[in-house]
């Protein structure tokens, strides 16, 4: 499995961005999710996906950012909206299937950077 997140970059708060994520090698019954991390900070829950097109969100950015996704492409994309300085962090992709066999992949990360 790979997972390649894209998108990232230098924002200003209120702002607008969209991340997307390519993945290869996935199984069905995968679960494709966005989490990010900010210096100092335990990586966090954004947003998430399942084969089945149900979607979920963390409490942090419900109602600003939307998560889709193009199973006949295998991409995830999350917009983000009315961006925060506190939404500044390294935003990484991951799939997860817990049917055997079961995995946890993440890829590389993109930065988001929401200046004030």
């Known amino acids: 499995v790979q997972l390649q997140a894209s998108g990232g970059g230098l924002v200003q708060a209120g702002g607008s961005l969209r991340l997307s994520c390519a993945a290869s090698?996935?199984?069905?019954?995968?679960?494709l999710g966005w989490y990010r991390q900010a210096p100092g900070k335990q990586r966090e829950f954004i947003a998430s996906?399942?084969?089945?097109?149900?979607?979920d969100y963390g409490d942090s950015v419900e109602g600003r950012f939307t998560v889709s996704r193009h199973n006949g492409l295998n991409t995830l994309d999350l917009q983000m909206s009315n961006l925060k300085p506190e939404d500044t962090a390294v935003y990484y992709c991951?799939?997860?299937?817990?049917?055997?066999?079961?995995?946890?992949?993440w890829g590389q990360g993109t930065l988001v950077t929401v200046s004030s």
């Open positions: 996906v399942t084969s089945g097109s149900v979607t």
């Open positions: 991951r799939a997860q299937r817990k049917m055997t066999p079961a995995y946890t992949y």
């Open positions: 090698g996935i199984l069905g019954a995968t679960t």
